[in-house]
């Protein structure tokens, strides 16, 4: 079988059916190919390379557990009430979650170097050096995809084959100890990064490439083992395969740091700064294909070969969707937009009413409840009074009409979306919010990050071919930040940090200090949405404190805004203009809970059964 690597043998029916001829078993069949054609034909090999590319696991993406997002990301579930108990009723977070162990991709990794090695005579050897180097780019991408998961796993670098004896036990491996997986990442990644190639691809590993992944890699490892071991109680083995000695933190903020001031220093990317406007600038960093100088690495999608997924179908805002079915599944909360701060440095917290609660603040325009907040937001999140695809988003949850007799407002929500009050002005918005009903924002917010703006991406016809991007320029900053606020001075890390507030429309310089704290947030909210929200609260020990299950907590709980039209005929001051409620999110109804088995996944008991020496992880 190893000389084959597809076709079909059909020689010896042939040979049966049409007579001897002398030469016929030493021909070569057509519909085979074989190893050594593979191996010369670099078209081939970047066949296989797009398959291991495409395989590479993602926690969640535009065409792969996006709604993850509703489960532990800043977004709750707006869509199908089918789903309600998995996502808005969660009790609590399950022991396999996260969990990851595909040895299959690393099998068929470790078979093409090999292969590569053995058949490929006929490449020149900076060609077979690359695609050597890209393979193992793969391989060490999709181990730290497993040990941010699972912590310490089985490295496996060369093919484990079976003799057929009835014993399998010599190809059993025990688990590599937490740290060494890391060390592995970080070796292979220097090894690799000088000869792969690929310059000026965003979508083919290369030097850059390879720096991005240890920037990250090497961050997540710092930050365990300087924050594990500050927890009470450190989690921990024995043997080392979870738990990475304190002495060694210091080592891996250091190589993250140095792979980061490369990547800004000295590479060709640049933060992206092209749209005059800055919310639809940022929206765009992570959204625009062409000539983008920030995206390093992203996974591309194309119409030409049928290539889409339905992240737009599936999440556009309500009353600007382009089909008749599906829409405004996973919606923002008011929790994230509350995080973004206003451009004068005070708290994002939005001012609803009078400091004395006696009264509402009235506003002229649905939008001014957000204006001069950091033009993130705008690019992250639709909010009441603005647009999208040139269309304005209809978000309006009721009237609140006064009643001079009562003196207090009676409030007013549609059972339907675009509806009118009996005064002829708009009760409930195209795009609602509305408390109850399906595939309508039950949070007041949609996404617009990631969103396909495109004509018809909405539809099942045409969907979206946007990308989906794994690393960029912005989350380097963040990365130098945090690894210069652990080993070497505030004044760096501030400088990385106020770069990217300034794109923002913060002030030059508008941090004067920076803390860990500050650090979280500015993560959370120029990374929102990109599969980072999770894992940083997860290496920095915070996760089991922020989703404590804890109903009184506001971190575990998550929140809508709803605005309102009022009226108000004996008083022009306020008749015509908007105020707004906060409220827990109608439809969410558990809070979430994040426990020390969260921490590491649970291992499979299939796979502790073929291979005792597999040890579980903690709490398992």
């Known amino acids: 079988m190893k000389k084959i690597i597809n076709g079909l043998l059909i020689g010896l029916f042939v040979f049966l059916s049409t007579g001897c001829e002398k030469d016929w078993l030493d021909r070569k069949p057509k519909d085979l190919v074989l190893e050594e054609q593979v191996w010369n034909d670099p078209d081939m090999i970047l066949s296989l390379l797009a398959n291991y590319y495409n395989r590479l696991e993602v926690d969640m993406s535009v065409d792969d557990n996006w709604r993850r ?31 990851l162990w595909n040895y299959g991709l690393i099998r068929d990794i470790n078979l093409a170097l090999e292969s590569l090695e053995e058949y490929a005579v006929e490449l020149d050897e900076n060609t077979k ?30 093919q484990l084959i079976y003799d057929f004896s009835g014993d399998p036990s010599y190809l059993r491996q025990p688990r590599a100890k937490e740290h060494e997986v890391y060390d592995f990442i970080a070796d292979e990644l220097d090894e690799i990064m000088d000869v792969i190639g690929n310059e000026g691809s965003q979508t083919r590993a290369n030097r850059y490439t390879c720096l991005a992944l240890k920037s990250r890699a090497m961050l997540y490892a710092g930050s365990l083992a300087k924050y594990n071991n500050e927890m009470p109680v450190p989690i921990e083995t024995d043997g080392g395969e979870v738990g990475i000695p304190a002495s060694m933190a210091d080592a891996y903020y250091t190589a993250s740091l140095e792979a980061s001031r490369e990547l800004i220093n000295e590479s060709p990317y640049e933060l992206y700064e092209i749209n005059p406007h800055l919310g639809e600038n940022f929206y765009e960093v992570t959204y625009n294909e062409a000539a983008n100088p920030e995206v390093i690495f992203a996974k591309d999608f194309s119409t030409a070969v049928d290539k889409r997924h339905w992240f737009a179908y599936d999440n556009i805002a309500r009353g600007i969707r382009e089909d008749n079915l599906a829409s405004s599944t996973v919606t923002p909360v008011l929790n994230l937009v509350e995080a973004f701060q206003y451009l004068d440095n005070s708290s994002g917290e939005l001012v609803t009413h009078l400091p004395d609660q006696s009264d509402y603040i009235y506003y002229d325009n649905l939008e001014d409840i957000f204006a001069n907040k950091d033009w993130r937001l705008y690019g992250t999140v639709i909010y009441p009074g603005t647009s999208f695809k040139g269309l304005p988003v209809e978000i309006q949850a009721g009237v609140k009409e006064w009643d001079p007799v009562a003196g207090e407002y ?11 009050y009996s005064d002829g002005g708009l009760l409930t918005g195209s795009s609602g919010p509305h408390r109850s009903m399906q595939e309508v924002s039950n949070t007041g917010f949609y996404l617009r990050k990631f969103i396909d703006s495109d004509p018809g991406s909405s539809t099942r016809g045409i969907r979206s071919d946007n990308w989906w991007v794994w690393f960029r320029l912005g989350e380097i900053y963040l990365n130098a930040a ?21 794109r923002a429309g913060f002030p030059p310089n508008s941090l004067t200090s920076f803390t860990l704290d500050d650090l979280i947030n500015e993560r959370r909210v120029e990374l929102a949405f990109e599969d980072h929200r999770v894992w940083d609260l997860k290496r920095w020990r915070i996760a089991h404190e922020v989703w404590d299950g804890d109903p009184s907590n506001p971190n575990a709980m998550l929140y809508a805004l709803y605005p309102y039209r009022v009226i108000h005929p004996t008083d022009p001051t306020k008749d015509g203009k908007y105020v707004f409620e906060k409220m827990v999110a109608p439809r969410f109804r558990s809070p979430r809970f994040f426990q020390m088995q969260n921490y590491y996944s649970s291992i499979s008991q299939s796979v502790i059964d073929n291979n005792p020496l597999i040890i579980q992880n903690p709490f398992h």
């Open 410 to 420: 009676n409030t007013y929500e549609g059972s339907d979306l675009a509806t009118k």
């Open 129 to 158: 050096l690359a695609f050597n180097a890209e393979l193992r780019f793969i391989r060490a991408m999709n181990y730290f995809e497993l040990v941010k998961r699972m912590g310490g796993v089985p490295l496996v670098t060369e």
């Open 69 to 99: 997002m509703a489960i532990y990301d800043d977004a709750m579930w707006s869509g199908q009430m089918n789903n309600e108990g998995y996502y808005n009723d969660m009790a609590s977070y399950g022991g396999s979650e996260w969990r």
């Open 482 to 502: 945090e690894a210069a606020l652990e080993v070497s001075t505030e004044a760096e890390a501030l400088g990385y940090v106020n770069r990217l507030r300034e």
